[in-house]
């Protein structure tokens, strides 16, 4: 459970997110809403990339504010990126391998575990390919694999369905939905594609100019009226 | 510690230094807040250009300001000539890349020094202005016109820089461009045309420069190739920002440097300053932050 | 679980993590293998003293371009003061070799730390800054660096911490390990501690620290998200190859017996940094091109009475060709252009082969 209490981050004169209060219960949860509403920025305070102007993040009892940042991937915040960052130059293997080897977890489980993530992908790709080699949905994957390699507790994926074509989208969502149960950890999805999220989100927040407009089951939550209004502007 | 007295020629000659450092410095941060390059050439196009003049007067037999002019002219004509074949190909990378590309500069233009006026063999040459002879007295201290020139250079070009870049068609842009290039090309500033005159002021200064230095310290290529380090000093300590901050501190660089000099201890050390007032100026300044470089904010 | 996947499982025993090397990597170890042997037995015996002097520079300066390959390349730090370091290097060896009898490898090793030891407290407070303002302190610091050591000069057997007296009138040599005086064997003794060096940085890119710095150069977010503490890798890699450099000071003092601070200029650190970009900071071969370019290509000039201002001229114009298309350097783009070159070549040779009434022809 991800309890967000009064997070405030301000740049400058845009205050990006203000006063968002949400509490994350269990399994995937979506997290939509326009674009500059503070999804990306959200995640980059959780990452520990920008700190906030006020509130606190309690994840499953531990504060997570007071961790530094690569502190916090070691205790099992993965993220993933809109524009996708897995290292080029590195195979398959090695990408999510760095993962796992820093974080808490030791060297004899390494191998298994890595094969473990990138299987559970369904990336049908051998593991020792370089990943400048492949495609950007196989990249995406990879990406994936290193966020659920080990023992994750915070998923944080946003936008992986971002330029793909249907049919992997549609793969990455059955991925994505089974994240929970594979791993245990809690998933963070945002994205603007509504299909991907009603697809693995069960419960979903939306934003708008940083501030939590609503929440709740999925389904509900997309029939919202200002949830509606937030996107389409008010006439 | 010797007597006051002895320090009281450094003074005036400290000054002169800072002058043409600051001078120098000022040439510096215009161009890279322009062009985000950080020319490291700097130093060398200042010694080409004396080189040629020292030859133009001595070998050739040509009257003094025809050399001078000669050497601001081909140091212009050098930097410019840089800018506009290098600059669009680097123009998007990283300030690091750009500085690191005018070293090559550097290296190409210490080669020709070094190939067409050779050190070895002992001939020590000497760059001497009109000026040098003369002077007055204050409080004592002797003072040649070269020194106030240098001194009124680095004054007069802070300042005129400084007015320039605020109340100019030409400066505004260059502000502009220092915040954000393509944006400002949107805006229908012609982007090249200000980038050239920045990349030619630069250069005319170091030309100036070169030959105050020449005069002042030694006309020797290595040792004016590499005394743009103590403008870098300056321009680090501004954080390649404010001109006022770069001339004040190669004021005080140029003072230290040579007001160690009576001290028996220190004097050996002295050149020494410049690298140790920007070390120590950049860790002081960065305690807080981690310092990105301005215009390539992530 | 996808084919490949399990193909990958069945293949590998699980207790270990190994990969079966494939062929373009057996054939490139064999060619690495094959040249090191010629560098070691023949090279000395082909070439006159002069050249063998030669070599033994390129095998230290190797040492130095392999220490900032690995900073520029792996890391993104550009040292604009290599030389200084390689001076400490040389001052710490020399100090120990005339204070001590110790063994020439111990000296080296811990000329070696002493560096690494210097490096480090340096890289403590300047690695806070990036880029540019990294890459200009770590000048600043050269610079410090060379005014005092042409102030304290370097040991030439004298006492007290600084070693040296001023007042020598026969300044004894500094001494070579006692199996390698000649210098054939000195040589021979430069190239194996240089393939030493390699081996240690080959090490370091396989495994952990390798990857974490692959890592941080294409992008530090995504490091940081996979956890890897930033900071501590740059500093790892500003302790090896400071190291690295210290080394091969103390091999150079060995080489040179006579240490003057006009060794190490300003420009050194320069010229260094454009033959290592040359070369080509991605592979270890680069390093070993930067040094052939740094030290066989001036003695060569040298020797055929050409002034070696052509090649400072020649590393200038490379640094701008290097930066403005081919990031990866020679080292990168020439066995690319002889790999095109070969296979216009095959295709030349099969057309000419079918002949006129080929197919098609």
């Given at each position: 459970m991800i309890e967000v209490d009064g997070l405030t981050v301000r740049y400058g004169g845009v205050t990006?997110?203000?006063a968002m209060s949400l509490t994350f219960e269990q399994g995937t949860c979506g997290l939509i809403g326009p674009n500059g509403a503070g999804k990306t920025t959200f995640f980059n305070v959780l990452s520990g990339f920008v700190r906030p102007a006020a509130g606190a993040v309690r994840a499953f009892g531990v504060d997570?504010?007071?961790?530094?940042h690569y502190r916090r991937a070691r205790w099992g915040v993965r993220r993933t990126f809109q524009t996708e960052?897995?290292?080029?130059?590195?195979?398959v293997f090695d990408n999510v391998a760095m993962v796992h080897e820093h974080?808490?977890?030791?060297?004899?489980?390494r191998r298994a575990d890595v094969l473990d993530a990138i299987t559970f992908t369904g990336?049908?790709?051998?593991?020792?390919?370089?990943?400048?080699?492949?495609g950007a949905g196989q990249r995406r994957l990879v990406e994936v694999a290193r966020a659920v390699?080990?023992?994750?507790r915070l998923v944080l994926l946003d936008?992986?369905?971002?330029?793909?074509?249907d049919e992997e989208t549609s793969h990455l969502a059955e991925v994505i939905r089974r994240i929970p149960e594979h791993t245990g950890a809690l998933a963070i999805l945002v994205d603007h594609d509504m299909s991907l999220v009603s697809a693995c989100c069960a419960t979903t927040a939306v934003l708008d100019f940083g501030k939590l407009i609503a929440s709740g089951p999925t389904a509900a939550v997309l029939r919202d009226d200002a949830v509606i209004r937030a996107y389409l502007g008010v006439a | 510690m010797p007597p006051w007295v002895d320090f009281e020629p450094f003074i005036v000659s400290g000054l002169a230094l800072g002058g043409v450092y600051a001078l120098s410095g000022v040439g510096l941060v215009v161009l890279y807040r322009a062009t985000?390059?950080?020319?490291?050439?700097f130093g060398a196009i200042g010694a080409l250009g004396a080189l040629i003049a020292w030859s133009l007067t001595?070998?050739?037999?040509?009257?003094g300001w025809a050399g001078w002019l000669v050497c601001v002219a081909v140091a212009g004509a050098v930097t410019l000539g840089y800018g506009l074949l290098f600059g669009p190909a680097l123009a998007r990378r990283d300030p690091l890349i750009k500085a690191v590309a005018t070293i090559g500069l550097t290296l190409i233009l210490y080669g020709v020094m070094d190939l067409l006026?050779?050190?070895?063999?002992?001939q020590a040459r000497s760059l001497t202005l009109p000026t040098d002879n003369g002077g007055f007295t204050v409080a004592q201290i002797q003072v040649t016109w070269t020194q106030v020139i240098a001194l009124a250079a680095g004054v007069v070009l802070t300042v005129g820089t400084g007015t320039f870049l605020r109340f100019t068609k030409l400066g505004t842009a260059m502000r502009a461009m220092a915040n954000d290039r393509d944006i400002t090309a949107t805006l229908g500033v012609p982007v090249r045309r200000v980038e050239a005159a920045a990349w030619l002021g630069c250069g005319i200064l170091g030309g100036i420069a070169g030959l105050l230095l020449a005069d002042l310290?030694?006309?020797d290529a290595t040792t004016l190739t590499f005394l743009v380090i103590s403008s870098l000093a300056a321009v680090l300590i501004a954080r390649l920002r404010s001109i006022t901050v770069t001339f004040v501190a190669a004021i005080v660089i140029g003072l230290l440097h040579d007001l160690l000099t009576p001290i028996a201890s220190l004097t050996s050390y002295r050149d020494m300053t410049p690298f140790v007032i920007a070390a120590i100026g950049l860790l002081v300044l960065s305690r807080h932050q981690v310092m990105t470089q301005s215009r390539e904010e992530a | 679980m996808s084919g490949t996947v399990r193909a990958t499982l069945e293949r590998a025993s699980p207790a270990r993590i190994a990969r079966r090397p494939t062929r373009p990597q057996l054939i490139k170890a064999s060619v690495t293998t094959v040249l090191l042997l010629f560098a070691f037995f023949a090279l000395p015996e082909l070439l006159s003293l002069y050249y063998i002097d030669t070599m033994t520079q390129v095998a230290v300066y190797s040492m130095v371009t392999l220490a900032l390959g690995l900073l520029?390349?792996?890391?993104?730090l550009f040292s604009l003061g290599q030389a200084a370091v390689l001076a400490i290097g040389a001052w710490a060896a020399a100090r120990l070799l005339f204070a001590t009898t110790q063994p020439y490898p111990l000296v080296l090793l811990e000329a070696g730390l002493i560096t690494m030891v210097a490096g480090l407290l340096i890289g403590?407070?300047?690695?806070r800054l990036r880029g540019l303002y990294l890459a200009l302190i770590t000048l600043m610091l050269a610079g410090s660096i060379t005014v005092v050591l042409a102030t304290?000069?370097?040991?030439?057997?004298?006492?007290?911490?600084?070693?040296?007296?001023?007042?020598?009138l026969h300044i004894p040599p500094i001494r070579r390990p006692s199996i390698a005086a000649s210098d054939p064997a000195y040589y021979r003794f430069s190239v194996v501690i240089a393939i030493v060096m390699f081996a240690l940085v080959l090490a370091h890119i396989k495994t952990k620290p390798g990857r974490a710095w692959a890592a941080i150069r294409q992008s530090e977010p995504a490091a940081l998200a996979a956890g890897i503490n930033i900071w501590f890798y740059k500093l790892w890699a500003f302790a090896l190859a400071s190291f690295i450099t210290g080394v091969a000071g103390g091999v150079l003092a060995g080489a040179i017996h006579y240490l003057y601070s006009?060794?190490?200029?300003?420009q050194d650190s320069i010229t260094l940094l454009a033959v290592t970009l040359m070369g080509g900071?991605?592979?270890?071969w680069g390093a070993v091109v930067a040094g052939l370019l740094y030290q066989f290509l001036p003695a060569l000039l040298n020797n055929w009475g050409v002034s070696a201002d052509w090649l400072i001229i020649l590393f200038g114009l490379g640094v701008l060709q290097v930066l403005t298309?081919?990031?990866?350097g020679l080292a990168d783009q020439v066995p690319r252009d002889l790999r095109r070159l070969g296979h216009l070549l095959g295709t030349r040779i099969r057309r000419f082969r079918r002949g006129p009434g080929g197919d098609g022809a």
């Open positions: 990006s997110l203000d997570l504010l007071s961790m530094a960052q897995a290292i080029e130059e590195l195979s974080s808490r977890l030791g060297g004899a489980s990336l049908d790709a051998d593991p020792e390919t370089k990943v400048r080699t492949l390699v080990g023992r994750p936008e992986p369905a971002a330029g793909l074509p | 985000g390059v950080l020319y490291l050439a001595t070998r050739a037999g040509a009257p006026w050779t050190t070895s063999g002992g310290v030694a006309l | 520029v390349g792996r890391v993104g403590l407070p300047a690695l304290v000069n370097f040991p030439n057997g004298g006492h007290g911490f600084l070693g040296y007296n001023g007042g020598l006009i060794n190490f200029p300003t900071v991605f592979s270890l298309t081919a990031p990866a």
